[in-house]
Nanobody
Framework: QVQLVESGGGLVQAGGSLRLSCAAS????????MGWFRQAPGKERGFVAA????????YYADSVKGRFTISRDNAKNTVYLQMNSLKPEDTAVYYC???????????????WGQGTQVTVSV
């Protein structure tokens, strides 16, 4: 069992930056691939970024490539999402998720956090 708690969301102006954190409980965090997803009002939850258990592989949605960076610190049981050059269309609730293998589909993840709101103003 893995419990995930996101933090770091908030209100930021377009062009600004935020860093989201996802703290995981449990001693097996380092064995899980981690992903970030987001859901805007009226839209389906969509993939943002993912990282393998050993940080060797990372995947990004085309819409965030070059602006967002996913990383993890297994010693701290934490995964991060650094978001730069934010745009109003990045506004959403951001969720982190844990799964056995790295994936871009939500169905590939077993455990989910409760989400953190990111709002980007014009």
């Amino acid at each position: 069992q893995v419990q995930l708690v996101e933090s770091g969301g908030g209100l930021v102006q377009a062009g600004g930056s935020l860093r989201l954190s996802c703290a995981a409980s449990g001693r097996t965090f380092s064995s899980y691939a981690m992903g970030w997803f987001r859901q805007a009002p009226g839209k389906e939850r969509g993939f943002v970024a993912a990282i393998s258990w050993n940080s060797i592989r990372t995947y990004y949605a085309d819409s965030v490539k070059g602006r967002f960076t996913i990383s993890r610190d297994n010693a701290k049981n934490t995964v991060y999402l650094q978001m730069n050059s934010l745009k109003p269309e990045d506004t959403a609730v951001y969720y982190c998720a844990a799964g056995r293998t790295i994936a871009t589909a939500a169905g590939g993840y077993v455990y989910w956090g409760q989400g953190t709101q990111v709002t980007v103003s014009v």
